[in-house]
């Protein structure tokens, strides 16, 4: 069964880093792409950005280009994100997920974590 949870959050002021974490369980790991996405209330999910099993990153959305990396770590079957130089308008619950060509592999998603930026 597959399993996600995401941890990291927290409240943060502008400019400030946070880092991501998810833990994936149920499914072989290193053989998906995975990707973070976020949320704030009232707005679609949006992807922040995707890695490849082999670590190449394939999408980075403009909002967090330069700012937003994302890592893998496929021995422990973990995903990350390094957010640096955050913005108020980074404040949302952040989610990873497998993005497949038509939707993503945990469809119940997982807890996600809240990222709040704020001075």
């Known amino acids: 069964q597959v399993h996600l949870v995401e941890s990291g959050g927290g409240s943060v002021q502008p400019g400030g880093s946070l880092r991501l974490s998810c833990a994936a369980s149920?499914?072989?790991?290193?053989?998906?792409?995975m990707g973070w996405y976020r949320q704030t209330p009232g707005k679609a999910r949006e992807l922040v950005s995707t890695i490849t099993s082999l670590h190449t990153i394939t999408y980075e959305a403009d909002s967090v280009k330069g700012r937003f990396t994302i890592s893998r770590d496929n021995a422990n079957s973990m995903l990350y994100l390094q957010m640096n130089s955050l913005k108020a308008e980074d404040t949302a619950v952040y989610y990873c997920n497998a993005p497949l060509r038509d939707g993503v592999l945990y469809s119940a998603w997982g807890p996600g974590t809240q990222v709040t930026v704020s001075s």
């Open positions: 149920g499914f072989n790991f290193d053989s998906f792409a």
